[in-house]
């Protein structure tokens, strides 16, 4: 069922949240399937691109420090943003790679889409086997196909992983997007 951007990011953000909120202290510094990166990584990632991608829409927010309490740096975000959904205002996001959106939209096609992909990676650096919906998956796996190369070219996604034609539509989704549906952190 189709969600607004408002409860897109609610419903993805509360998903990731269990998943910080999961993590013991000595978790953050746990390998992730992202190539030099730990599971703090990823947090920090979510939240300072997002908050310098806002400035196209005039929207400055305070930065957090993730490094002393992740799992508080990420509820404030969580916050942060949802506000801003909750009260678009007729903003504009305006970005020389994707032009000018309605600040909802934006939000919504990038960052929130890129919560719900990054919580495979945390997922898995916790040691959880994740589950990104095989719809959703197959819907998002369909859109970037025709895009693959600029998606390549972006620097934004490594290189396919190759996977077998019977594999999860999310295996073959996170095998598109450059990572190994089959790893597992070191023991």
Same mark, same amino acid.
């Given at each position: &069922?189709?969600?607004?951007?408002?409860?897109?990011?609610?419903?993805?953000?509360?998903? !990731?949240?269990?998943?910080?909120?999961?993590?013991?202290?000595? =978790?953050?510094?746990?390998?992730?399937?992202?190539?030099?990166?730990?599971?703090?990584?990823?947090?920090?990632? +979510?939240?300072?691109?997002? %908050?310098? !991608?806002? %400035?196209? *829409? @005039?929207?400055? +927010?305070? *930065?957090?420090?993730? =490094?002393?309490?992740?799992?508080?740096?990420?509820?404030?975000?969580?916050?942060?943003? /949802?506000?801003?959904? =909750?009260?678009?205002?007729?903003?504009? +996001?305006?970005?020389?790679?994707?032009?000018?959106?309605?600040?909802?939209?934006?939000?919504?096609? !990038?960052?929130?889409?890129?919560?719900?992909?990054?919580?495979? =990676?945390? *997922?898995? *650096?916790?040691? #959880?086997?994740?589950?990104?919906?095989? /719809? %959703?998956? #197959?819907?998002?796996?369909?859109? &970037?196909?025709?895009?693959?190369?600029?998606? %390549?070219?972006?620097?934004? !996604?490594?290189?396919?992983?190759?996977?077998?034609?019977?594999?999860?539509?999310?295996?073959?989704? &996170?095998?598109?997007? @450059?990572?190994?549906?089959?790893?597992?952190?070191? #023991?």
């Amino acid at each position: &069922m189709p969600r607004s951007p408002a409860e897109q990011h609610a419903y993805d953000a509360a998903r !990731f949240t269990g998943l910080v909120e999961s993590a013991a202290a000595g =978790d953050w510094a746990r390998p992730s399937p992202v190539a030099e990166w730990r599971a703090l990584d990823i947090v920090r990632h +979510l939240i300072e691109w997002s %908050r310098g !991608f806002l %400035r196209g *829409a @005039g929207i400055e +927010l305070s *930065a957090l420090d993730v =490094d002393a309490d992740p799992a508080a740096a990420w509820k404030q975000h969580v916050a942060d943003i /949802q506000a801003i959904l =909750d009260e678009p205002a007729g903003r504009v +996001l305006s970005n020389p790679h994707t032009g000018d959106k309605p600040v909802d939209e934006a939000i919504d096609q !990038f960052y929130t889409a890129d919560i719900w992909m990054h919580s495979w =990676d945390l *997922a898995k *650096a916790l040691g #959880r086997e994740p589950d990104l919906g095989p /719809q %959703r998956c #197959r819907a998002a796996l369909a859109a &970037m196909e025709p895009v693959e190369q600029m998606l %390549r070219d972006s620097g934004q !996604f490594g290189t396919a992983v190759p996977v077998a034609g019977d594999a999860s539509a999310q295996d073959k989704l &996170m095998a598109f997007i @450059g990572r190994d549906p089959a790893w597992q952190p070191q #023991r």
